[in-house]
């Protein structure tokens, strides 16, 4: 019954297909629940779709389609070793099963297993040579280790295989970005939107690019595709945001204002965010790394002076920075690293149960500095070329940064800072691929900023002396003066090209990419006043600290 639906299907008799489907599952009653199941997990209802799966299981535990199933909703729901093992089962029980095997290439390369992850990828392309999806997942992560070369060269083989492959447009498109290739991107990108015109994840790549001019017909599709009722929540936020963006460069700022709120407001629905657990989570940081602690430690982790990170909020001119130290021939730029906050998972697993991060930080004997210090540098190889120093910009170690110092004592730490409100707003404006879900609501903005500064007073006072905040502002307008204060701060020797940081060519992953491949420009400067009479709970909420802050 299966296959005649897969005929009929085939056929475009649509009724005919479904109700063969349905006569078939209703030989199976365990199908018939994980289809039940799979709808559930489509439409977000993620415990009901587990509930139903592992019911299904229990009847039939070896069913790889309900390991699979699993294994996904696990994934979902960030238990990665979870569903790790779950797929690792359903190849066990049929090796021939591409679709497993491409799912567990991807759960590995989410925890970083690469060399598994293109062990399991080549099975899928080896099973269906004849299709694009294991050229397509081995270049998604390819990407991910940074071997954008090999990456191309993957999605390229993917459109070998089928030209309109709507995920490999996708994933070339986004390779080419990181890389710098400009013109070829945004190619990949029209080309996702001449496949699928509603495919709004294209549209919304295309204005992330931020120097990307959308025209009149370009706009007109993405607001008749916005006002249909029958888009997606998260389509509809894509559009509205690329829709923003295109608003913005026109300069009618009332009207790029009214699609930011409710590209924003959608997503907002879709994120989970708790204020009152960010503020319980810093009060821990705040009270373990206090000054006794810090002095305790003082010195006696790994001494390498190599690690160099910035830190801050997105959209924060850390980009910015990150491209002026990866211009000095002595630097590696990488990109945002997962591997310090690994660490402190790392840190609470080596503990008894109920002794978690940040406590677990109290009883670090001096060897285990060392250890974990060492283990950061380990790590981080695979990022890294023979360069005396690296960089690590991942944003949200500012939360870390006591047990950075205790595990990297020479590591320099660089606060990127910005106008609170230039701050808060540039990150409304941007749609994040994922984390940040306090970054879709005004006051919720602005809490976490104050959360972000309250941390950082707390650093400066317990390690006085050790970070240097660098203001967007200041290094717009005194370029010189600011870069030779950055690499006096890191202790490296005065090169010209750290000023012509727009000709290094390098790949960068953040939004701001294609910014920083032109010369510094002061646009960007008070861009919160185009948004003032819409912003009045920000500035309510941000009043604490914008007492201290010039405006003008």
């Known amino acids: 019954m299966i296959k005649l639906g897969k005929i009929y299907s085939a056929l475009g008799r649509k009724e005919e297909s479904e109700e063969s489907y349905k006569a078939a599952l209703a030989l199976d009653p365990i199908q018939e629940q994980l289809a039940s199941a799979t709808q559930l997990f489509a439409r977000g209802e993620v415990e009901e779709a587990e509930k139903l799966c592992r019911e299904a299981l229990k009847e039939k535990p070896d069913d790889v389609n309900g390991l699979r199933l699993l294994a996904s909703i696990a994934s979902k729901m960030e238990q990665k070793q979870d569903a790790i093992i779950l797929l690792e089962r359903a190849v066990e029980l049929k090796p021939k099963f591409s679709g497993a095997w491409g799912d567990l290439a991807e759960s590995y390369s989410e925890v970083d297993d690469y060399g598994k992850a293109l062990d399991a990828v080549q099975r899928v392309i080896k099973l269906q040579p004849q299709l694009p999806f294991g050229f397509m997942i081995r270049g998604g992560i390819l990407g991910k280790m940074s071997d954008h070369e090999g990456a191309i060269k993957s999605y390229q083989d993917a459109l070998n295989v089928e030209p309109d492959h709507m995920g490999s447009n996708m994933g070339l498109g986004n390779v080419l970005k990181t890389v710098g290739r400009f013109e070829e991107s945004v190619a990949a990108y029209k080309k996702c939107i001449e496949i699928q015109p509603l495919f709004a994840e294209a549209?919304?790549?295309?204005?992330?690019?931020?120097?990307?001019?959308?025209?009149?017909?370009?706009?007109?599709?993405?607001?008749?595709?916005?006002?249909?009722?029958?888009?997606?929540?998260?389509?509809?936020?894509?559009?509205?945001?690329?829709?923003?963006?295109?608003?913005?460069?026109?300069?009618?700022?009332?009207e790029a204002w009214v699609h930011f709120q409710k590209g924003n407001d959608l997503r907002?629905?879709?994120?989970?965010?708790?204020?009152?657990?960010?503020?319980?989570?810093?009060?821990?940081?705040?009270?373990?790394?206090?000054?006794?602690?810090?002095?305790?430690?003082?010195?006696?982790?790994?001494?390498?002076?190599?690690?160099?990170?910035?830190?801050?909020?997105?959209?924060?001119?850390?980009?910015?920075?990150?491209?002026?130290?990866?211009?000095?021939?002595?630097?590696?730029?990488?990109?945002?690293?997962?591997?310090?906050?690994?660490?402190?998972?790392?840190?609470?697993?080596?503990?008894?149960?109920?002794?978690?991060?940040?406590?677990?930080?109290?009883?670090?004997?001096?060897?285990e500095l060392i250890e974990f210090g060492e283990s950061y540098l380990t790590t981080t190889k695979k990022y890294r070329t023979n360069k005396h120093y690296f960089i690590d910009k991942m944003p949200n170690n500012f939360a870390h940064i006591g047990f950075l110092k205790m595990i990297l004592p020479n590591a320099k730490i660089i606060n990127a800072q910005r106008n609170p409100l230039d701050s808060c707003i540039s990150s409304y404006k941007q749609l994040f691929?994922?984390?940040?879900?306090?970054?879709?609501?005004?006051?919720?903005?602005?809490?976490?900023?104050?959360?972000?500064?309250?941390?950082?007073?707390?650093?400066?006072?317990?390690?006085?002396?050790?970070?240097?905040?660098?203001?967007?502002d200041n290094l717009i307008n005194n370029q010189q003066h600011e870069t030779e204060r950055l690499l006096n701060y890191c202790g490296l020797e005065w090169e010209e090209g750290c000023l012509k940081f727009y000709e290094t060519k390098r790949s960068i992953n953040t939004a701001s990419s294609e910014q920083v491949r032109q010369p510094i420009y002061k646009g960007a400067m008070n861009a919160w006043k185009n948004y003032e009479s819409h912003i009045e709970p920000l500035i309510e909420t941000l009043e604490p600290i914008l007492n201290a802050e010039d405006l003008n």
């Open 433 to 472: 691929y994922k984390g940040q879900s306090w970054s879709y609501d005004l006051f919720e903005i602005g809490e976490y900023y104050l959360e972000y500064q309250r941390m950082m007073d707390h650093w400066h006072q317990v390690i006085p002396g050790e970070i240097l905040d660098l203001k967007y």
């Open 203 to 254: 549209y919304w790549s295309l204005a992330n690019l931020k120097t990307y001019t959308f025209d009149e017909s370009e706009i007109k599709k993405m607001e008749e595709h916005a006002a249909n009722d029958q888009m997606p929540i998260s389509n509809k936020a894509f559009f509205h945001i690329a829709l923003a963006n295109a608003k913005e460069k026109q300069k009618d700022f009332g």
């Open 268 to 367: 907002r629905e879709e994120e989970v965010y708790d204020s009152v657990q960010t503020q319980v989570t810093h009060d821990d940081l705040i009270e373990v790394f206090d000054e006794e602690l810090i002095k305790s430690k003082k010195g006696k982790g790994c001494q390498s002076q190599a690690p160099i990170f910035i830190v801050g909020l997105p959209r924060s001119g850390s980009t910015l920075i990150e491209q002026i130290l990866a211009s000095h021939s002595q630097v590696e730029g990488t990109k945002e690293l997962p591997d310090l906050s690994l660490l402190t998972r790392k840190l609470t697993r080596s503990r008894p149960q109920g002794i978690k991060y940040p406590k677990a930080a109290k009883d670090m004997t001096d060897e």
